[in-house]
């Protein structure tokens, strides 16, 4: 892989995997989460990963 695509692929990986976990958790019909403490670092670390996501895209269109 190129340098600057493997962190790529990490963050796809990344807020895949944790994205699905956040979703396993919410309640729909409550609007409730099951741990609360857990969820809020699947939230972060979902934010995260796809920050880096855009970033990186938005970068590779300015140039």
């Not at 609007?31 to 972060?44: G, I, M, N, P």
Request: proline letters at 2%; glycine letters at 4%; charged letters at 20%.
């Amino acid at each position: 892989m190129e340098k600057g695509k493997a962190p790529v692929f990490t963050m796809w990986i990344v807020a895949l995997i944790v994205g699905a976990a956040l979703y396993k958790q919410i309640d729909f019909k409550t609007f409730t989460v099951e741990k609360q403490a857990l969820s809020a670092l699947y939230a972060v670390t979902f934010i995260f990963a796809v920050g880096v996501l855009i970033r990186h895209y938005t970068k590779k269109t300015e140039k």
